[in-house]
């Protein structure tokens, strides 16, 4: 830290500067692994400990809690790193939570060696997530899944069970 901001960090009354540590496991490895798995299989391994999850779940502070063919569950805990300039978590967090539960809603029926991208995502935010909301829960559901296009909605909701963010996504399937 420079003088000049700690300076202004104590006359300015903004407190001492914070930080945080995100480690994560060389995402290669895991990769490899799933490529020759069953998307299903693949989540599950996951969520059971036998493979670790992707690297941006350590920077968001999300898990997959469940798996099941069509649909999977994350759990996210926002922190205060997390906020945007007006003192709530930034939306691109929620968005990002209902990207990747939707794409996992939809890998969890595809075979192995196929992939998916997103196309587009529609966000819908309804209610402000502040660390006072929780942990946050994201169910994703595969409305649709076909050999080339899926379609999949995703719910986030807090830690009292009020709906926070819905959004509809649409995912390219692919031959990895």
Not at 54 to 66: Q, T
């Amino acid at each position: 830290m420079t003088a000049e901001l700690a300076e202004a960090t104590t006359r300015d009354g903004w407190g001492p500067q914070r930080s945080r540590t995100v480690t994560w496991h060389d995402p290669a490895p895991s990769t490899a692994k799933g490529l020759a798995m069953a998307g299903i299989d693949y989540l599950r391994a996951i969520v059971d400990g036998e493979l670790p999850g992707a690297p941006i779940a350590g920077l968001m502070r999300s898990k997959i809690v469940s798996v099941e063919p069509g649909r999977v569950v994350f759990e996210c805990e926002p922190d205060e790193s997390m906020y945007n300039p007006i003192g709530a978590v930034h939306g691109g967090l929620v968005c990002t939570l209902l990207d990747s539960v939707t794409g996992c809603a939809v890998h969890s029926t595809l075979p192995k060696n196929k992939g998916y991208t997103s196309i587009e995502i529609k966000v819908n935010y309804l209610k402000a997530v502040r660390l006072s909301s929780g942990t946050l829960t994201a169910t994703g559901t595969v409305v649709k899944s076909g050999s080339r296009v899926g379609f999949a909605e995703g719910v986030v909701t807090d830690a009292n069970g009020a709906v926070v963010a819905t959004a509809t996504s649409t995912l390219l399937v692919f031959d990895l």
